[in-house]
Each structure stands twice: as C-alpha cells, then as structure tokens.
C-alpha cells in the first residue's frame, strides 16, 4: 500500500515548487547581498543565510503536511486550538508586538521574527472549507449554514486591519470569498453577504479613516498611474521598479548585475524581487517564475476539481487563490498595473513566515491531489485504500444556484 501511495503523489507539483523555492534563494542573495551591506552593516549574505534557514525548515514542515491526511484537519480537535491559537496571537501583537514599517504585524523571538497574520491566510482557508463542507446538506439556510462560518474571517480581518495591514486583510478577505463563491451556496445568499458586508465595512472605514486615507496611502495610488511626475518622492519606489524591468530586456544584464538594487531601489529582496530578477534575467527569469507560479495555481485548482470531498475541494481552491492573488498583487505593484501594496513575491521573495505557511499550504495541496490519484487508480483496490471511509460528494459544490 506504501508503495501505491508514493507513487500517487504528484511529484511535477513537488518540482515546480522546489525549483522555484530554490530560484528565490538564489535570487534573494543577488538581491540582497548590497542592501545587507548598506543599510544593515550586515554581511553580504546575511540575507540568504537566513533564508537557507526558512527553506530548510520549510522543506521539513512541506514533507509533514504531504504526508499528513488532509481529512483529518475538518476535526474539531484540530480546529477550535487552530482558531484560537491564531486569534490569540493577533490579540496578542498589540501588547508584545514589535512596529516595522508602521505596522504592529511582528513578534520579534530571538534573532527572528514571526508575522501571525501570514498564517492567520492558511486558517482561514482550513476553517472555511471545513465548516462549509459539513454544512452541504443545508449550505443554503442563510441563519445556519451560511453566516455562522464568517465570524471567524471578520475576526481576523479586523484583527490584521487595525495593526495596521490593509493589504493582508484584503487578501485573507478575497481568499474567503473565492471559497465562499466554490461551496455551492446559491446566488440569492451571495447576494445578502454582499449587502451585510458593506453595511460592516463602512463603519470600519469610519473607523480607521485617518489610517486608511493616510497621506502616505494616498500617494500610493496617485503615483502609480504617473510616477514619474514625482520621481524623487512618492513615485520613487515604482520609478526605480520601471528603470529596473525596463533594463533587463530580453536576457537581462547578468546574475548579479543589477544596478537598482545598488541603493536606487527600495527592498529588492522582499516587495520589488522581481524587478531585480527582471534586470538580470530578463523576460526569460520573469517567464521562469510567471509559467511556475501559473503552473502551481492551475494545478491547484484542477485538484480541487478532481476532488469529490467537497473539504478538499475548498481546501485547494483555497490554496490556490491564496497563491494566485498574493502573486497578483505583487507583480502589479511592481509593474505599476495596482498600487503598491508591499506583499511578497510567494515562494520568491525572503521571508521566513511567508515561506513556512507556503509550505505547510502547498503541502496539503499535494496531499489532497495524492488522495484523488489514488482513489481514481485504485479504486478497485478497496482493501488498500488510505481512508477506507466514503467521501460525502456534494453536488452543489462549485456551482451556483438562484
């Protein structure tokens, strides 16, 4: 039976990702190598070592979730401590949290750092395809299947936007509405969400005004669309991104020949990476990256279309928006397609806490496409199978109903 599983993993998945992980690392320390120096008085691959560090345990926590079963996270033992180890350490940011970048989004442990909103995205995503998957049969009774599942997603929306970080709340909240969009629920209960959820959220913006219209946000989205009209100011980081990219070419200056990152440009090794890899790899590193992530996001969403447990079909939907979104936003703010946001390139950029929640995220992505290979190989096979139990298959799910 060992053997059957193994060979039901889907290991083109696996590569792709471990070929990008590896390509950020290297990546990371071409861009990192001159900012370290500079602004830091670090070593020149302080940067990379750290990130060495965050791929190989996120390599360990990849492994785990891989081979853990997928089904077992819908069990109540697993997630009441899951949402109340998140909300507690968002709570808990704003009396032992640590201010970067004006936001009060890190708790700083040792020589490290650790941001709980990154994985406050991956709960959310295992809460609501649980939640919503147990309630198939009455997906559709607005009071009891549909409204109860979101206290938990305003929670922690609310939670994450008044650290301040507007961009990481507006990812978890389109995250949940891919999923909520998937579970099958009808148009019409889509419809009152919709209207329940701007009745909430003005308030909210009355609340936070001062922070969300803040001069500095403000310039944000004026200088996107020109940034040119002030260079050496509020269009100065996507200034730099333009010159960057617009260096490159087709093959790009070299590894490691960037002259952006040299001081002209803003984190070249977190918001803007892929400026860097633009300017010394050119259209051919950017296209690495495009079809790699683009290959993780469609396989995802195959998966869960595959999938006839309606928990593992939310769950790597779920995954995938989170990577598709998070990549989207990136890439736009350092083309100057949406303002800039400063979320990090997944996979690619440095970052311990991004990276280690991709992992454990990606990793139950490939144990759910396992269990879908094997069910459909060996279906016949009954005495072998991993979970022996039937899954419960929803008509509803992935499609709406007036």
């Not at 922690?156 to 909520?180: N, R």
Request: glycine fraction near 8%.
């Amino acid at each position: 039976m060992f053997k059957k599983i193994l060979k039901s993993y889907d290991y083109s998945l696996i590569i792709v990702i471990t070929l990008l992980c590896l390509f950020g690392l290297v990546m990371v320390y071409s861009a990192s190598m001159v900012t370290a120096i500079q602004r830091y008085d670090y070593p020149s691959d302080f940067f990379y070592q750290k990130q060495k560090l965050n791929l190989t345990l996120s390599a360990i926590l990849f492994v785990f979730a891989a081979f853990f079963p997928y089904k077992a996270m819908k069990s109540t033992k697993i997630l009441l401590p899951m949402v109340a180890f998140i909300l507690g350490g968002l709570a808990a940011l704003f009396l032992f949290g640590k201010v970067t970048n004006n936001a009060l989004s890190w708790f700083e442990i040792g020589a490290r750092s650790v941001q709980p909103s990154e994985f406050a995205k991956l709960s959310v995503i295992i809460y609501l395809s649980a939640v919503y998957a147990k309630k198939q049969s009455y997906i559709n009774e607005f009071n009891r299947g549909v409204v109860p599942p979101l206290v938990y997603l305003v929670l922690v929306c609310i939670l994450v936007a008044i650290q301040p970080d507007f961009g990481t709340a507006a990812i978890i909240f389109a995250i949940a509405a891919t999923i909520i969009f998937s579970s099958g629920m009808n148009l019409r209960n889509i419809s009152k969400l919709i209207l329940i959820g701007l009745v909430f959220l003005i308030p909210l913006v009355l609340l936070l005004q001062d922070e969300i219209f803040s001069e500095t946000r403000i310039e944000r989205f004026t200088a996107y669309s020109n940034p040119f009209t002030d260079e050496k100011d509020s269009g100065y980081h996507l200034a730099n991104s333009y010159y960057a990219i617009g260096s490159g070419g087709l093959k790009g200056l070299g590894l490691g020949e960037s002259v952006q990152k040299l001081g002209y440009l803003p984190e070249p090794h977190t918001d803007f990476i892929i400026a860097v890899i633009s300017e010394e790899l050119g259209i051919f590193g950017v296209g690495f990256v495009l079809v790699c992530l683009a290959f993780i996001v469609l396989k995802g969403i195959f998966i869960g279309l595959r999938c006839k447990d309606p928990f593992g079909s939310l769950l790597a939907i779920g995954i995938s928006s989170m990577i598709g979104i998070q990549s989207f936003i990136n890439l736009g703010g350092a083309s100057g397609v949406i303002p800039l946001t400063g979320v990090p390139l997944p996979f690619v950029s440095y970052g311990g806490s991004s990276l280690l929640q991709l992992a454990i995220a990606t990793g139950i992505l490939v144990n759910i496409s396992m269990f879908v290979n094997y069910e459909e190989k060996y279906k016949n096979d009954k005495a072998a199978e991993p979970n022996p139990k039937p899954a419960i298959v929803s008509q509803n799910t992935f499609k709406f109903r007036s």
